[in-house]
């Protein structure tokens, strides 16, 4: 049975100014990485065989801390790379919309939502067949995050956080998903923590 903890990575300015990044490289920025040392410490007795994580500096700088004295390789994965917004990176969030409603067309050159779910499909098949018994940690982008759930049958919207723990089990032959953006970590920080979204693995 592989079982998958997917994080989203620490904040970082664009984040907190409500831009899109996309593939744009953006760091983390002070409350980013507290989020990221707060999850290690939070994830210190947990075991994993293996992080894997988007070649994005702000996801690779949360693996680096979550991976920091536990002697296990971090792999570098573009799988889990962001959507590429194309044009639209940089530029910020209409606030009178969702923050997650950004449709953008081909010709601001970017990925389309079916080319960003095949994407994390090739993922999941790779996991479960490269890590047949084991506990992953990976990290990952928001709207990569959400389009992995689509994929595997959630319908609903979902909001995720910086740092909450998405939690997938592959099992005879199916993806199950028992638990979404757990922020419980974060619960000494200004913004109140996430109780995550908790679903029945289907038999």
Not at 7 to 26: C, K, L, S
Not at 43 to 70: K, M, Y
Not at 95 to 112: F, I, K, M, N, Y
Request: aromatic residues 4%; hydrophobic residues 40%; glycine residues 8%.
């Amino acid at each position: 049975m592989t079982e998958l903890w997917i994080v989203r990575h620490g904040e970082t300015d664009w984040n907190a100014a409500g831009r899109i990044q996309g593939w744009t490289d953006i760091p983390l920025n002070p409350t980013g990485l507290r989020q990221a040392r707060k999850l290690a410490e939070h994830l210190r007795t947990t075991p994993f065989h293996v992080i894997i994580s988007s070649d994005l500096t702000r996801a690779r700088t949360t693996a680096e801390i979550l991976a920091a004295g536990r002697g296990i390789p971090l792999v570098l994965d573009p799988l889990l790379r962001e959507r590429c917004f194309g044009k639209l990176e940089g530029s910020r969030r209409d606030p009178a919309l969702d923050a997650r409603a950004v449709t953008p067309g081909p010709e601001d050159g970017a990925e389309s939502e079916p080319q960003v779910r095949q994407r994390a499909l090739r993922f999941l098949e790779r996991a479960a067949a490269a890590y047949p018994c084991a506990r992953v940690l990976c990290v990952s982008h928001g709207g990569w995050i959400r389009a992995l759930l689509r994929a595997v049958g959630v319908s609903h919207e979902i909001a995720l956080h910086n740092t909450g723990i998405t939690r997938l089990i592959h099992r005879d032959g199916q993806w199950h998903v028992l638990e979404i953006d757990d922020t419980r970590h974060l619960s000494d920080d200004p913004a109140p923590a996430v109780r995550p979204t908790r679903l029945a693995a289907r038999p």
